[in-house]
């Protein structure tokens, strides 16, 4: 049999969320790992691996060299939001397809995105970059509260509030600034127009230019002034696919990403789409599995195709949905107990804990994250999103967790 074309693989991240993707690459690539941390549940789906620090860029390129020393790559991949940037840089250095790195430096860097959203008349946000709480301050007064305060280059809504007064300001300043200081394309807050309107993110593969929206998903959030993510569907007969597609493809063109999958965030404000960002990348949160259980297109597969200068099959092979249920306590503390005492009925895909007995979780409500206050999570498949959404809340029901002698039976999921 001929040999398969090798795909590097930068990043390949956690195997709860990130394992889906390696395994879909795997199954038409022989995969090399650049990673910066030795191997292990990854190393079914490998061929070859190099350890290195991710965060120096000439380590990680060093690393890519001694790789494609040894394999003759085909292409050059990441679904990791911190390695957009270095990727297209190693897949430059070696000639092989990519978006440049400048326009990946855009889609990380908020500010730049609104520029160009504003620049080719894209529906966005007012925003306004600053750097003390007293521009802070200055800048809600121009907007009008509520606004939203964010870093303008980060991911997984860390450090981003809304507020709705002067009062509320200054402490979200300071989560804003304290994860912005930690950004590599930028080191500024945000201070944004709150789009009121249901969030979603629309899914989508860019190939030689040419964009195909493949999905649409429906977000469920937490109370303000957190914007976590605590819920997702997919269904691939949403009819939001026809009303957002244009503003998702302007969003990317105003961008100038010209290959690759791309998870794009916005709010529907009077039923009109407002973008929020775009990210280059696959989305997290297992939303790609979601995608693949609703219509059969496998983005990760997609994202190695186009790396490799291939034209990636999209087409719909089912007609169905699924959602995700994101885990949460009620309150942080220690985890003294996690148990599923519900039934596992064929809609229910998979069951994924993430915690065990001892572990320390901290809710955003009290400084923390969605990396340090999730439980884990569950997937559902209906006919529809809202039966998906009902399932997964019931299975969701089934669910105890116990933190410092305080019984939590749900997820705070609405």
């Not at 380590?59 to 990727?87: F, I, S």
């Amino acid at each position: 049999m001929p040999a398969r074309p090798v795909v590097l693989v930068v990043a390949p991240g956690d195997e709860n969320y990130r394992g889906y993707c390696l395994e879909q690459v795997a199954d038409a690539y022989d995969v090399v790992l650049l990673t910066g941390t030795e191997p292990s549940w990854e190393k079914p789906h490998i061929t070859d691996h190099a350890v290195v620090d991710l965060s120096d860029p000439a380590a990680l390129l060093a690393g890519g060299r001694a790789l494609a020393g040894r394999h003759d790559l085909a292409g050059v991949m990441t679904w990791d939001e911190w390695n957009v940037v270095p990727t297209a840089r190693l897949a430059r250095q070696f000639g092989l397809p990519t978006t440049a790195p400048e326009v990946m430096q855009g889609c990380r860097n908020k500010a730049t995105a609104r520029s160009l959203f504003a620049r080719h008349g894209v529906p966005s946000a007012a925003s306004v970059s600053v750097r003390t709480r007293q521009e802070a301050e200055a800048a809600a007064e121009r907007i009008g509260y509520p606004v939203v305060l964010k870093p303008a280059s980060h991911a997984g809504a860390i450090g981003v509030r809304r507020v709705d007064d002067r009062d509320q300001l200054t402490a979200a300043y300071r989560a804003a600034e304290r994860t912005a200081g930690q950004g590599t394309e930028s080191t500024s807050v945000l201070v944004e127009e709150f789009l009121d309107g249901p969030e979603i993110s629309v899914e989508c593969v860019t190939y030689r230019g040419i964009t195909t929206v493949v999905a649409v998903n429906r977000k469920t959030l937490s109370p303000p002034p957190h914007f976590e993510q605590l819920a997702h569907s997919v269904d691939a007969a949403d009819p939001l696919l026809e009303t957002v597609a244009p503003a998702a493809r302007a969003a990317i063109n105003a961008l100038g990403i010209i290959a690759g999958v791309s998870h794009i965030e916005m709010r529907l404000v009077e039923g009109r789409p407002r973008l929020i960002e775009v990210n280059a990348r696959l989305a997290g949160d297992m939303i790609g599995h979601l995608v693949r259980l609703a219509t059969g297109i496998g983005l990760p597969r997609a994202a190695a195709d186009i790396a490799c200068d291939r034209a990636p099959d999209l087409t719909p092979i089912r007609s169905s949905a699924a959602a995700i249920r994101l885990l949460y306590p009620d309150t942080s503390g220690t985890l003294t107990h996690l148990t599923y005492d519900g039934p596992c009925p064929t809609w229910l895909d998979r069951l994924q804990f993430q915690r065990r007995t001892g572990d320390q979780l901290l809710l955003p409500t009290d400084g923390g994250n969605l990396y340090t206050g999730r439980l884990g999570y569950l997937i559902t498949t209906a006919a529809t999103g809202k039966e998906a959404r009902a399932r997964a809340q019931q299975a969701a029901r089934a669910v105890t967790a116990v933190l410092d002698r305080t019984p939590s039976t749900r997820s705070t999921a609405a």
